[in-house]
T-cell receptor, first 112, second 116 residues
Framework: GQQLNQSPQSMFIQEGEDVSMNCTSS?????WLWYKQDPGEGPVLLIA?????ELTSNGRLTAQFGITRKDSFLNISASIPSDVGIYFC????????????FGQGTRLTINP | SAVISQKPSRDICQRGTSLTIQCQVD?????MFWYRQQPGQSLTLIAT?????????ESGFVIDKFPISRPNLTFSTLTVSNMSPEDSSIYLC?????????????FGSGTRLTVV
């Protein structure tokens, strides 16, 4: 089945630094979603991408849907302590399929 | 966007018993999804539940182990049956929904299950 390879698995950064993470796949996806999960909570949607090549921002977050439809990245600028958590990419594999495939997650730790 | 209330938030259960997890959505939705998140892992889809029909299970998940009910368009339950320690995970329900300007899938806060 389809798989998403998310990297890096973990990041340790200083407050104020920029963050970049990405997901790749050998399969085509029609929608890419980026989620953040805090301890004891369900994932919360950060950004959704619907078209190949699309570049979208949400505050300090920027994400892009790769032109090949097989990859996506998420950037966080000027990190702050509340950015700590686990970030997941998720893809909707093909038109009409309403289930998601998730990446393995990127655990972000910020040193103050 | 849909808001999901999931309960219980956590439970500790004896092996061999069953636990039923409930999800209530504040609006009518066509499809609801149940995921499992094993400790330190990503989310894996268990099944998709439509109102009025049998749930569709993903490879590796069977109805006898994870029976699902979907009695109406705002509610669903997942039962984890005959539990073993390997079933210790976070179970999450999901439905279509959005946050702010983005539309995707919304998740409940999860049920953290520990089987002893």
């Amino acid at each position: 089945g389809q798989q998403l390879n998310q990297s890096p698995q973990s990041m340790f950064i200083q407050e104020g630094e920029d963050v970049s993470m990405n997901c790749t796949s050998s399969s085509i996806f029609n929608t890419w979603l980026w989620y953040k999960q805090d301890p004891g909570e369900g994932p919360v949607l950060l950004i959704a991408l619907y078209k190949a090549g699309e570049l979208t921002s949400n505050g300090r977050l920027t994400a892009q849907f790769g032109i090949t439809r097989k990859d996506s990245f998420l950037n966080i600028s000027a990190s702050i302590p509340s950015d700590v958590g686990i970030y997941f990419c998720a893809g909707q594999p093909f038109q009409g399929a309403q289930k998601l495939v998730f990446g393995q997650g990127t655990r972000l730790t910020i040193n103050p | 966007s849909a808001v999901i209330s999931q309960k219980p938030s956590r439970d500790i259960c004896q092996r061999g018993t069953s636990l039923t997890i409930q999800c209530q959505v504040d609006s009518q939705v066509t499809m609801m999804f149940w995921y499992r998140q094993q400790p330190g892992q990503s989310l894996t889809l268990i099944a998709t539940a439509n109102q009025g029909s049998e749930a569709t299970y993903e490879s590796g998940f069977v109805i006898d182990k994870f029976p699902i009910s979907r009695p109406n368009l705002t509610f669903s339950t997942l039962t984890v049956s005959n539990m073993s320690p390997e079933d210790s995970s976070i179970y999450l329900c999901s439905t279509e929904g959005g946050k702010g300007a983005f539309y995707g899938y919304t998740f409940g806060s999860g049920t953290r299950l520990t089987v002893v």
